[in-house]
């Protein structure tokens, strides 16, 4: 079964005193990227969300926050941290100057996003939480994860078969115009060989003293040029192999896309070289299902 790149969980959890909330969210994208928003304060916990995570997503643009709090007293306000802060406003103060002197405008630094930098702000650690707290704390969060991402992958994988529905259906359209292209391709062998031997007479009657060989190779070329045999093939053989990826499921996400900027390139071929009214519609219908189903691939893991 295929996975779509796009999902989405919650999932709240509570150990002694303390309480907390997940978010899990991911969207399509080139590859793994990978956003961890969890507390500071609990030491090694990003290193430890991590792993699990990546093993669970092989592309996408994924983002994992979670919210910890203490119900049994205040934990302190966060605060802005100065050193910090001023190293993220050099920062940004140089990229903008850079981009200045390269002509290149950038948008302007919003402070909620310079806020939400790691760092910026600091997050106090609860009062009253030890080393031995925090450390059963983040036993407790870690073993929290599988569930949360269990939920995660029942809904992309519930959106991958709705995507796998409709990416079979286009290749049953793709099939189709296909076959009709092939029966027109087949309909027209008459009239384009009618056309070839008008092309013949006409260079023969203005060929005296013409290198025979060099006709018989021009006339070969326009032979060539109006035959969409091998286009009509390969488009066979791409939805053979996009059917047999759907088939076999995974990250196959890649493998679809390269497929159809083959399927488009076929397409384009049919179209330059139909010479037929009929057979160019054809052409251009594919290339119409042909765009619908990349724009469907492109959310595919």
């Given at each position: ?128 939480d030890t080393d031995a707290d925090t450390a059963a ?14 939920a995660f992958q029942r809904m992309r994988a519930e ?143």
């Amino acid at each position: 079964m295929i996975r779509s790149m796009t999902g989405f969980a919650t999932a709240k959890g509570a150990m002694g005193p303390h309480e907390w909330a997940w978010d899990l969210r991911a969207v399509n994208g080139r590859g793994a990227d990978l956003r961890l928003r969890v507390p500071d304060w609990i030491a090694g916990l990003e290193q430890a969300l991590r792993p699990p995570l990546a093993r669970a997503v092989a592309r996408g643009n994924v983002t994992l926050s979670l919210r910890v709090t203490r119900h049994d007293g205040p934990a302190g306000l966060p605060g802005l941290n100065d050193a910090a802060l001023g190293a993220a406003l050099a920062a940004i103060a140089e990229v903008e100057a850079r981009a200045l002197r390269q002509g290149i405008a950038l948008a302007p630094s919003a402070a909620v996003d310079v806020i939400a930098l790691r760092g910026v702000m600091d997050m106090p650690q609860p009062a009253g939480d030890t080393d031995a707290d925090t450390a059963a704390l983040m036993k407790a969060l870690v073993a929290d994860l599988e569930p949360l991402l269990a939920a995660f992958q029942r809904m992309r994988a519930e959106e991958g078969a709705a995507l796998a529905a409709v990416l079979a259906a286009q290749l049953e359209q793709i099939s189709g115009l296909t076959d009709e292209a092939a029966a027109l391709a087949e309909a027209r062998k008459d009239d384009m060989a009618a056309q070839l031997r008008a092309n013949l007479a006409r260079v023969l009657d203005n060929a005296e003293g013409a290198d025979p060989q060099r006709i018989a190779q021009e006339l070969a070329m326009i032979a060539v040029k109006t035959d969409v045999t091998e286009e009509i093939d390969r488009l066979r053989a791409h939805v053979g192999a996009a059917r047999d990826l759907l088939a076999a499921g995974g990250t196959v996400g890649r493998k679809l896309d390269f497929l159809m900027q083959e399927f488009n390139r076929e397409a384009n071929t049919l179209c330059s070289k139909s010479q037929s009214p009929a057979l160019t519609t054809v052409g251009l219908a594919l290339k119409a299902v042909i765009d619908q189903m990349r724009e469907q691939v492109q959310n595919v893991e």
